[in-house]
């Protein structure tokens, strides 16, 4: 098993020197501080908007949706997915902080549609314990879209369902297509 100690220490273009990636990101914090003004915001989001999407690095949800500081909720996990976390996230977006409107945004070139349910398997066989969490694996974005669509839609802990819309994020262009609920 390969462990980052054995790996050379300045063999990343990005990481020079012996500081450590989070050492890179605390330092960029200093700098954000330093230049910050408090904007006396309270916790409930401006938009009333909560926003789920993929974890993906490519994209950039505020710059995306020309969203700013304090606009909306955003919640992030591999796919996307429309968890029971998400809806403890959800539930609380909207019955203690007031949004209203969901958006959901999965990706082009998710790495989710290179897994299958077989991951689970491989880490049971792995460290003798299987995950209580599905993989939640897909081939076909815009279904995965629409379920996730569904799965808000049908839940009973949300009051606020009326307004509801699934996207699928171009990596490669940066544009948004909207999925249709019912196709
Ligand atoms: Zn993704």
């Known amino acids: 098993m390969t462990t980052s100690a054995s790996l050379p220490a300045a063999s990343h273009p990005e990481a020079p020197g012996a500081g450590s990636v989070t050492d890179r990101l605390v330092e960029a914090n200093r700098a954000y501080a330093s230049q910050f003004t408090d904007p006396g915001m309270d916790a409930r989001p401006v938009l009333h908007v909560a926003v789920v999407a993929c974890m993906d690095a490519r ?3 505020h710059a995306a949706l020309g ?24 539930t609380i977006s909207q019955r203690a902080l007031g949004t209203r409107a969901v958006i959901l945004i ?21 460290v003798g314990q299987r995950p209580a969490w599905a993989v939640e694996a897909f081939r076909d974005v815009d279904q995965d879209v629409r379920q996730s669509m569904q799965r808000v839609r049908t839940n009973p802990f949300l009051p606020h369902k009326d307004d509801v819309r699934g996207f699928v994020f ?11 609920p019912s196709s």
């Open 106 to 126: 999965h990706h082009t070139g998710c790495g989710l549609e290179t897994l299958t349910e077989d991951f689970r398997h491989e880490l049971e066989d792995e």
């Open 59 to 61: 994209l950039d949800l």
């Open 170 to 180: 171009d990596v490669h262009t940066g544009l948004l297509r909207e999925i249709d």
């Open 67 to 90: 969203l700013q500081l304090g606009d909306c909720h955003t919640i992030r996990n591999a796919g996307g997915v429309v968890t029971d976390d998400t809806i403890r996230s959800l």
